[in-house]
Every structure is written in structure tokens, then in C-alpha cells.
């Protein structure tokens, strides 16, 4: 397992951009696939984004074509890069890893980071 930090959130108005970061503590970073998912209040956790350990990316339709999810693994860092943030990305965004399970579904990943809040004005 790794330990993981999220950072990045924030408040910002309609329209505007934000990166988060998350760094891995541990081994074999480059071996685990990597995720973002996010809990709006009174919202069961969503997936946003995912990126394989060979570098294959993938999203919720929500996201599609305004975030992107990278890795650098020389820092142990996965990143989402959000653009044109709406009111409704507004949610707790979690960062998540694992290296046994197969698929993007939170069910599939056993570690978790703690969250970082983004806010999104209109």
C-alpha cells in the first residue's frame, strides 16, 4: 500500500482552472494505477479520472475534455488538471492508488488520500 497526499483545492469562480496534486509515499509508485474520484455534499463518491501504470487515461463523461490526469513518476505525483471549472465540479476530490485490482472503480483501489476541497463560484 501507499500513503497519499492530495493538495491543489481551492476556491474559484466559474470558468477558472486548478491542478491538483497527489504524492505517493512508498514503493513501486510507477507499478499502481492511479485515480481521482469526488464527493459533493448529500453525493455518493463519483469517478473522475484514471491513469493505468502504462500511462492509459480515463474519464467520466462529466470531466471529459475539460480535466487531464497525468503522472510523473520520478516524483511519485499524480496530477488532474481541470479547466473551465462549473459549479457543479464542487466536491472533495480524493486521489486513489492500487496495484492488484483491475478496473477504475473505487471498489478497485485500496488506498486513499484524504481529499482536498475544490469550490467552484458562478
Known amino acids: 500500500q501507499v500513503q497519499l497526499v492530495e493538495s491543489g483545492g481551492g476556491l474559484v469562480q466559474a470558468g477558472d482552472s486548478l491542478r491538483l496534486s497527489c504524492v505517493a509515499s512508498g514503493r513501486s509508485f510507477s507499478s499502481y494505477k492511479m485515480g481521482w474520484f469526488r464527493q459533493a455534499p448529500g453525493k455518493e463518491r463519483e469517478f473522475v479520472a484514471a491513469?493505468?501504470?502504462?500511462?492509459?487515461?480515463y474519464y467520466s463523461d462529466s470531466v471529459k475534455g475539460r480535466f487531464t490526469i497525468s503522472r510523473d513518476n520520478a516524483k511519485n505525483t499524480v496530477y488532474l488538471q481541470m479547466n473551465s471549472l462549473e459549479p457543479e465540479d464542487t466536491a472533495v476530490y480524493s486521489c486513489a492508488a492500487d496495484n492488484q485490482r483491475l478496473g477504475i472503480r473505487a471498489t478497485d483501489f485500496g488506498s486513499w488520500g484524504q481529499g482536498t476541497q475544490v469550490t467552484v463560484s458562478s
Open positions: 491513469i493505468s501504470w502504462t500511462g492509459n487515461s
